[in-house]
């Protein structure tokens, strides 16, 4: 039998069982998998976390080190996130430059960041408009069982909350500890025929129709926003998905993340 006949006859099962009100592994809607977060996974970086949700496995490294600053912000520190789709995490995966599902991954991640202000710009900088911290965070994909975008931000901000800034190795004074100011955590949630699903393993993110991941903040405002798939989401539904995506939001934050300062 095909690979597509196969990935079609899945998809029906998936779409049947959820309109059913039963998911794959017996989960309810707004539950999520089991979530593991495993901070100074990587003893080289300034911060680091390895987040596994399910099957899913996500690594993340944070690595700081001094440089120009841009033209137009001579004062401000500087962000720059990159994802890595290992081969070895999935057959879907080929080896190469960034492909778009890995430039949207970190794109997504970094929104939030920035969104949220969670990093105090202005405090990576070491000489305005000579040089500034330069913030490196690397996203791993180690294992793909769906739900990455959650993953991969929870990791990242997980590993920003024990950022540590390497003054004494370049030579440099200062503060060596940059606390976040938010925790910005994104909550991804499907429509499969009408039902809403929060962390969707691989096999239900290829049946649905949309995606809506929710980017909030501790205090339930939004710092990112992002639909995707080729269905229609109407007014009241994306609504709805926010409210979902705050709540359970607020729920990962209270049990994994605490600001430390």
């Known amino acids: 039998?095909?690979?597509?006949?196969?990935?079609?006859?899945?998809?029906?099962?998936?779409?049947?069982?959820i309109d059913?009100?039963?998911?794959?592994?017996?989960?309810?809607?707004?539950?999520?998998?089991?979530?593991?977060?495993?901070?100074?996974?990587?003893?080289?970086a300034e911060g680091s976390a390895l987040v596994r949700i399910g099957d899913t496995a996500v690594l993340v490294g944070v690595k700081v080190e001094p440089g120009e600053p841009f033209p137009d912000t001579p004062n401000l520190g500087v962000i720059m996130t990159n994802a890595e789709l290992r081969p070895g995490a999935s057959p879907d995966f080929e080896p190469?430059?960034?492909?778009?599902n890995s430039i949207e991954l970190?794109?997504?991640?970094d929104r939030g960041i920035r969104g949220s202000e969670?990093?105090?710009?202005?405090?990576?900088?070491?000489?305005?408009g000579?040089?500034?911290?330069?913030?490196?965070?690397?996203?791993?994909?180690?294992d793909?069982?769906?739900?990455?975008?959650?993953?991969?931000?929870?990791?990242?901000?997980?590993?920003?909350?024990?950022l540590r800034i390497p003054t004494e190795r370049?030579?440099?004074?200062?503060?060596?500890?940059?606390?976040p100011r938010e925790t910005p955590i994104a909550v991804s949630i499907i429509d499969v025929g009408g039902n809403f699903l929060v962390d969707p393993c691989l096999y239900e993110e290829n049946a649905a129709s949309s995606k809506l991941t929710v980017i909030s903040n501790a205090d339930g405002t939004l710092s990112g926003l992002q639909k995707s798939g080729n269905g229609g989401l109407k007014q009241e539904q994306i609504e709805a998905m926010i409210a979902i995506g705050i709540e359970k939001g607020q729920e990962i934050r209270e049990k994994f993340l605490v600001i430390e300062g």
């Open 118 to 128: 969670a990093l105090d710009l202005e405090k990576l900088c070491i000489e305005p």
């Open 1 to 17: 039998m095909g690979f597509e006949v196969m990935e079609d006859l899945r998809k029906d099962y998936v779409y049947d069982l």
């Open 170 to 179: 370049y030579g440099l004074t200062g503060d060596d500890m940059l606390s």
């Open 106 to 109: 970190a794109r997504l991640v």
């Open 20 to 44: 059913s009100g039963k998911r794959i592994d017996g989960r309810g809607f707004q539950d999520y998998r089991e979530i593991v977060v495993e901070r100074d996974a990587i003893d080289k």
């Open 130 to 142: 000579v040089k500034v911290w330069m913030t490196f965070i690397d996203i791993h994909i180690l």
């Open 144 to 162: 793909n069982d769906g739900n990455l975008i959650d993953a991969a931000a929870l990791g990242a901000i997980a590993s920003l909350l024990q």
């Open 96 to 100: 190469g430059p960034p492909d778009e």
